[in-house]
């Protein structure tokens, strides 16, 4: 494998890494948000309370859930995606290296691969106790 092969190969990998990097960072920060939202609707309901009705509320809650689960699935497949063609890239790299007697191992697994579920159960936790403590 020439140089700009192996330049090639690493710059996929750290391009997709970084995308990933990216991706996981702001699906994070939607969470924070979005339960942020959560916490300000109970707040502004203690503190001027309105008389909406409770399927409304539900509905609201259940809107800003579902959005924030579709984008972290959608951001979860994209992101195996990523981290599929980078490891690839790396894999190739090493066994180029391992060629010419160079030790070296393999990098782990992502380990951020279901951190997209905590993150999502944590909001919905969050969703239902806003929607609760706003309804009651």
Known sequence: MTR?????LIFLSKTHRGIHKDRASLTFKITV?????YVAC???NYAHPIDAPACAVWALVALVFAIVAWHHFASAQA???NQK???????LVIA?????????????KN?????WLWE??????TAITAGYLITH
Do not use: G
Not at 4 to 8: E, G, K, P, T, V
Not at 33 to 37: E, F, G, I, R, Y
């Open 4 to 8: 700009d092969d192996l330049d090639a």
């Open 96 to 108: 180029d290296l391992q060629s010419r007697n160079q030790k070296l191992a393999k990098p782990d």
């Open 79 to 81: 992101s195996e995606q």
């Open 33 to 37: 948000s979005a339960a942020t939202l």
């Open 85 to 91: 063609l980078a490891q690839d890239a790396e894999d």
């Open 111 to 115: 380990p951020r691969k279901s951190a």
């Open 120 to 125: 999502l159960a944590f909001l919905f936790l």
């Open 42 to 44: 109970v707040t502004a």
